[in-house]
T-cell receptor
Framework: DTAVSQTPKYLVTQMGNDKSIKCEQN?????MYWYKQDSKKFLKIMFS???????INETVPNRFSPKSPDKAHLNLHINSLELGDSAVYFC???????????FGPGTRLTVT | QKEVEQDPGPLSVPEGAIVSLNCTYS??????FMWYRQYSRKGPELLMY????GNKEDGRFTAQVDKSSKYISLFIRDSQPSDSATYLC???????????FGKGTHLIIQP
């Protein structure tokens, strides 16, 4: 009964490929997020998605796109992968009436 | 100047000591403050959250916020080796805002 889950846990792929990471939350939250943790362990927001509103961090390349089939899922699609995309990607969720966010276990992406 | 400053450490203390972890921030819009614990190769785990200046206590943990000084702290009493981890402060202005994180402090509790 994991609150926020991500698949896959590890993803190794070659430059130029397109890949997706899935996120699901069973907390009944209405807002979901994607964060990137780089090699120096710094966590940075990429996207937040609340019902119909998508907020994008302006530094995120447009090769990255979040897709939400329903309130419990927010998947991350990455096109034309680059070496610099190698990082750990975390999904999180919150309820808009509260501010605390709960994180998933992360997906370690390695681009070769 | 970074929005959130946090000393990366490492901070090494003996078991049983009181640990003090701190962050400063520059953005006055930040109203909500969180502390996360992250073990190696795991996701951040929410420890404490607060939105008001003052202290909030939960077991061995106390979160302190001083909005006038833009300074937040986390105190850990009776520290245990299992508390060894990276501690991340995080904050936002509310709503669906993403969190702005500090770089994290690597804490080591020596048995």
């Amino acid at each position: 009964d994991t609150a926020v889950s991500q698949t896959p846990k590890y993803l190794v792929t070659q430059m130029g490929n397109d890949k997706s990471i899935k996120c699901e939350q069973n907390l009944g939250h209405d807002t979901m997020y994607w964060y990137k943790q780089d090699s120096k362990k710094f966590l940075k927001i990429m996207f937040s998605y609340n019902n119909k509103e998508l907020i994008i961090n302006e530094t995120v390349p447009n090769r990255f796109s979040p897709k939400s089939p329903d309130k419990a899922h927010l998947n991350l699609h990455i096109n034309s992968l680059e070496l610099g995309d190698s990082a750990v990607y975390f999904c999180a969720s919150s309820q808009s009436s509260h501010f605390e966010q709960y994180f998933g276990p992360g997906t370690r992406l390695t681009v070769t | 100047q970074k929005e959130v400053e946090q000393d990366p450490g490492p901070l090494s203390v003996p078991e049983g000591a009181i640990v003090s972890l701190n962050c400063t921030y520059s953005n006055s819009a930040f109203q909500y403050f969180m502390w996360y614990r992250q073990y190696s190769r795991k996701g951040p785990e929410l420890l404490m959250y607060t939105y008001s200046s003052g202290n909030k206590e939960d077991g061995r943990f106390t979160a302190q916020v001083d909005k006038s000084s833009k300074y937040i702290s986390l105190f850990i009493r009776d520290s245990q080796p299992s508390d060894s981890a990276t501690y991340l402060c995080a904050m936002n202005a509310g709503g669906a805002d993403g969190l702005t994180f500090g770089k994290g402090t690597h804490l080591i509790i020596q048995p």
